[in-house]
Nanobody, 132 residues
Framework: QVQLVESGGGLVQPGGSLRLSCAAS????????????IGWFRQAPGKEREGVSC????????FYRNFAKGRFTISKDNATNTVYLQMNSLEPEDTAIYYC?????????????????????WGQGTQVTVSS
């Protein structure tokens, strides 16, 4: 069973930065991390969960939602099965619970999983609050 544990959230002032980490475990030899797409999603109070950025476990190709382009960077460390989300120039509108998710890409692509968040596994989330 794949498990995802997020960390790195917190309170930051507008214009500040945070780096979120997603520690992934439970992959098998038959279906290692390289077979998955990993993504970051967020859900603000009263809003639907939305994709932020996603990355391919195999070739590292990335996808960003428009609001994340130029401010956020997703990356992965295959040696430690960790996926990061570097967030810069944070705005109050970025306040949300941020979730890490993984999908086997059986019925979707890295890009599509970021647009329609119907994925196989979810983490518990980490709170990000942007406020002065």
């Amino acid at each position: 069973q794949v498990q995802l544990v997020e960390s790195g959230g917190g309170l930051v002032q507008p214009g500040g930065s945070l780096r979120l980490s997603c520690a992934a475990s439970g992959f098998t030899l038959d279906f290692p991390l390289e077979n998955y797409g990993i993504g970051w999603f967020r859900q603000a109070p009263g809003k639907e969960r939305e994709g932020v950025s996603c990355i391919s476990g195999s070739d590292g190709s990335t996808f960003y939602r428009n609001f994340a382009k130029g401010r956020f960077t997703i990356s992965k460390d295959n040696a430690t099965n960790t996926v990061y989300l570097q967030m810069n120039s944070l705005e109050p509108e970025d306040t949300a619970i941020y979730y890490c998710a993984a999908d086997r890409l059986t019925f979707t692509t890295v890009q599509n999983m970021c647009v329609v968040p119907l994925v196989d596994y979810w983490g518990q989330g980490t709170q990000v609050t942007v406020s002065s």
